[in-house]
């Protein structure tokens, strides 16, 4: 019998997704990654790198439990066996319209089994993996953990050779510091800061798009790479500037929305890792934040002066990223939790690009999930290409609004604007146009 003594918390971020689960649903809250191994791969090793990869995560294998009016985490549940599916008979948009469908089947919170992944052969020296969580268990940074860890495995099963990561680390010490962070006067310094910086008149007080029967739920996604000649006019600007390229794009995205919402205080929404201490960056689990952030400018800055304000708001707002949005929205003055939200269009760059190649195999990964959409998100991806690492643009939309042919349009006429503004990037923000408005 499990007894309070062996219970252990959920981390602010299990805790919020927890509830979501309950108000919403299961289904928005699915995450899943399809990836395609092109080569002489030895299934056998990958099945046991799988193995071995799952065994080591420990903070995936584990259920809620409700006990007066608090949720716990109980960590005995097995890990799960993989699914085998021959899917050799179906074309590319066959495979993908499969993946989709099993994203579906509802994860229960109070049993575990947070999880599930299926092997797929697709042909000769061709398969398939795909791998769907609850994000509770998982965000997008410890998928990156986990596929990179499993790939180390493969390796070194393959070769005979030593690992070349550390293991995971223990989820127990990211709890500890987490506790400790929010005992500590730095939590309340942190508050301080959003308390200060957000209330009031400050304050977002609607998305692009507010009125929808299910706020929250999966949507289409529109993702292609950024060609290679504006991917060298960022290069080059990002160079000058000594930031990353997927700064510009952040920038002119935000510039964009805020011309479609007509508001120049728009707030978006910016995940940040929030993992506290070293040893959270080797912890496959849900830590991620979102953190509200405002562009602010006045339509009279060029592109380099975009750039620019946005990387001092990153810098202005990094060093409070461990206050939680959920708990952020009851300290703000003048911000009523239930009613007003903390920011609009999330737009989230994922700076962690897998390898391309891997033992003799070519590998490519698609994300078919990343969690539950309220409105017109925006993912930047970094991808190696033909071995140079690029810049992928994915747009996500709530099903309600959009369907991927209009989220393809909003795509062109985004790299429109971009490529305009790279061409002459002394224009002003206020001097750009756009051609297709988002959706009443």
């Not at 309340?188 to 910086?197: G, S, V, Y």
């Not at 003055?333 to 070519?362: K, Q, R, S």
């Not at 999930?369 to 290409?385: L, R, Y």
């Not at 140079?388 to 996500?396: F, G, H, P, Q, S």
Request: glycine fraction near 4%; include cysteine; aromatic fraction near 12%.
């Amino acid at each position: 019998m499990q007894t309070m003594d062996s219970l252990a918390p959920l981390t602010r971020a299990q805790h919020s997704m927890w509830k979501g689960h309950h108000h919403h649903g299961s289904y928005p809250f699915h995450t899943a990654e399809w990836l395609v191994i092109d080569g002489p791969l030895n299934r056998e090793l990958f099945h046991q790198a799988i193995e071995f990869t799952l065994k080591e995560a420990k903070a995936l294998h584990w259920r809620a439990l409700e006990k007066d009016g608090k949720v716990y985490r109980i960590d005995d549940v097995d890990v799960r066996p993989p699914q085998f599916a021959d899917l050799s008979h179906l074309d590319d948009q066959a495979i993908l319209d499969w993946a989709d469908c099993a994203v579906e089947p509802p994860f229960d919170l109070s049993t575990g089994h947070l999880y599930d992944y299926v092997f797929a052969h697709l042909d000769d020296n061709k398969y398939g993996l795909f791998f769907r969580a609850h994000h509770v268990a998982l965000d997008g940074y410890a998928y990156g953990l986990m596929i990179n860890r499993f790939l180390d495995y493969y390796q070194s099963l393959k070769n005979a050779s030593a690992l070349k990561n550390k293991a995971f680390d223990h989820f127990e010490k990211f709890l500890a510091d987490e506790q400790r962070y929010l005992a500590s006067p730095k939590a309340e310094q942190d508050l301080q800061f959003w308390r200060k910086n957000f209330s009031h008149e400050l304050a977002p007080k609607k998305r692009l798009k507010r009125k929808l029967k299910q706020p929250f739920y999966q949507g289409p996604r529109y993702e292609e790479v950024i060609d290679w000649e504006t991917q060298q006019k960022m290069n080059a600007l990002a160079a000058e500037l000594k930031l990353p390229s997927a700064m510009v794009v952040m920038a002119v995205m935000m510039s964009y929305l805020v011309k479609q919402s007509g508001d120049s205080k728009q707030c978006f929404g910016v995940p940040m890792m929030s993992r506290l201490g070293t040893a959270s960056m080797r912890i496959p689990c849900l830590v991620m934040n979102i953190l509200p952030l405002r562009l602010a400018g006045t339509g009279q800055e060029n592109l380099k002066e975009t750039v620019q304000l946005l990387a001092q708001r990153f810098a202005e707002v990094r060093p409070h990223q461990n206050s939680y949005f959920e708990q952020m929205r009851f300290v703000l003055d003048g911000f009523d939790p239930f009613d007003n939200i903390l920011f609009g269009p999330i737009v989230n760059w994922i700076p962690y690009p897998l390898p391309e190649y891997f033992e003799g195999c070519h590998l490519t990964k698609t994300t078919i999930s990343a969690g539950p959409i309220e409105d017109f998100d925006i993912a930047i991806t970094n991808k190696f290409v033909d071995g140079v690492e690029r810049l992928y643009l994915a747009v996500d939309g709530h099903k309600e609004l959009y369907n991927v042919e209009a989220l393809g349009e909003y795509w062109h006429d985004f790299m429109r604007m971009l490529r305009l503004w790279l061409q002459q990037p002394e224009q002003l923000a206020n001097q750009l146009s756009i051609e297709k408005k988002l959706p009443d």
